[in-house]
């Protein structure tokens, strides 16, 4: 059952898929009209699921499910994974590269491989103050808080020079 996005729960589960580039205007107009129909007859169980769906920055796909009636299954799951790599293998776009980190500059959206951070880092293309996406976020809520952090407090930490203490 869709409920628009703006109108489903800040507790709700989402799910987030990003492109290596932004969609084009015919892209996008696929990509809602699949979700539209993906979630109005999302179901769990045989039961619908309170769902919706966000496209950010053209490049970002936002699946959200309010599991306070129907918790998601396995199976529900995996169903809104098949309609993701069915419109990415329709439209050449691949929603699963985990190797491909996004980060904001500005309004802009930039991806680096990861087999390109250090070189980019030392270019100075990112640094410890650069806002990443943590696609990992579980809730429509933590979007707010959450989803974009600074470069230092991720993962991509790894990357950054240690600072030397001086006492």
């Given amino acids: 059952m869709f409920v628009p996005f703006t109108e ?7 799910w987030i898929y990003q ?7 015919e892209e996008a107009k696929i990509i809602s009209q699949a979700l ?8 769990v169980h045989g039961s619908p ?21 129907n ?11 098949r309609t993701l790599k069915k419109l990415g293998a329709e439209l050449g776009i691949d929603f699963f590269d985990r190797s491909i980190v996004a980060f904001r ?9 990861s087999s390109d951070l250090k070189e980019k880092l030392k270019e100075g293309i990112w640094n410890q103050d650069s806002l990443v996406f943590n696609n990992l976020v579980g809730t429509k809520g933590d979007l707010n808080h ?4 600074p470069a ?15 006492s």
């Fill in 146 to 149: 959450a989803w974009l952090v």
């Fill in 19 to 25: 492109a290596k580039r932004k969609f084009n205007s």
């Fill in 71 to 81: 918790a998601a299954s396995g199976c529900s799951i995996d169903d809104s994974v």
């Fill in 36 to 43: 539209q129909a993906f979630t109005e007859g999302w179901l």
């Fill in 8 to 14: 489903i729960h800040d507790r709700a589960r989402v």
């Fill in 152 to 166: 230092a407090s991720t993962w991509l930490s790894r990357y950054l020079p240690r600072q030397t203490v001086v």
């Fill in 105 to 113: 500059k500005g309004e802009h959206v930039f991806t680096l491989g």
């Fill in 49 to 69: 699921m309170q769902a919706s769906f966000d496209l950010r920055y053209d490049q970002f796909v936002i699946l959200a499910a309010d599991e306070q009636a």
